[in-house]
């Protein structure tokens, strides 16, 4: 167990529709990462928030956003949702750089 | 640009038989690189990391890695798999933003 939670494990939606997923963090790490992995795209790096602030932003669609709450929770926003955004979305925490500790992901089918 | 390649797409093991698993890297700084395994349906877990100091590093389950900055390489290592070592790695290298950037992974397959 890395001590990282995300919920769902699982969402079916229709495409159009949003969803949010949701990431607790390891106690004491400040830093969220959220990451998606697609077969197409590979593990991709999508957005990373420090102590309630967005402190880098990667291959992030405008469709998507996220913040990161005053208790550290995150959440990730899909809007719009298509077909090719299907994928497994993981939640990864770290004090600030180098080891990063993953929840078990929530995959996504939009359908 | 900051990149990872990892050209093995699968690799097939015999149970018992040595690994190696290939990473190349491309960043202009002295990289922080890691290695994570990823599980039928699970999370990533981190095998190894290397930041500075003693090239060779030991990890969980009896990985090692060896960092050769003039060959950008971090192969990953194991002398002898075992069937529950069947999984996908992942090679990454820490970006500029201490995000992972990641290589397409390698899909281990272990043969009785």
């Known amino acids: 167990d890395s001590g990282v939670t995300q919920t769902p494990k699982h969402l079916i939606t229709a495409t159009g529709q949003r969803v949010t997923l949701r990431c607790s963090p390891r106690?004491?790490?400040?830093?969220v990462y959220w990451y998606q992995q697609s077969l197409d795209q590979g593990l991709q790096f999508l957005i990373q928030?420090?102590?309630?602030?967005?402190?880098a932003k990667g291959n992030i669609l405008e469709r998507f956003s996220a913040q990161q709450f005053p208790d550290l929770h995150s959440e990730l926003n899909l809007s719009s949702l298509e077909l090719g955004d299907s994928a497994l979305y993981f939640c990864?925490?770290?004090?600030?750089?180098?080891?990063?500790?993953f929840g078990q992901g929530t995959r996504l089918t939009v359908v | 640009a900051q990149s990872v390649t990892q050209p093995d797409i699968h690799i097939t093991v015999s149970e018992g038989a040595s690994l190696e698993l290939r990473c190349n890297y491309s960043?202009?700084?002295?990289?922080?690189l890691f290695w994570y395994v990823q599980s039928p349906g699970q999370g990533l877990q981190l095998l190894l990391k290397?930041?500075?100091?003693d090239t060779l590093v030991q990890g969980i389950k009896g990985f090692e890695a060896e960092f050769k900055r003039s060959q950008s390489s971090f192969n990953l290592r194991k002398p002898s798999v075992h069937w529950s070592d069947a999984a996908e790695y992942f090679c990454?290298?820490?970006?500029?933003?201490?995000?992972?950037?990641w290589g397409a992974g390698t899909k281990l397959i272990i043969k009785p």
């Open positions: 990864a925490s770290s004090v600030l750089s180098g080891e990063a500790f």
């Open positions: 106690s004491g790490d400040l830093s």
């Open positions: 928030y420090y102590n309630g602030e967005e402190r």
């Open positions: 960043y202009g700084a002295t990289p922080y």
């Open positions: 290397y930041f500075s100091g």
């Open positions: 990454a290298v820490e970006g500029s933003n201490y995000q992972l950037i």
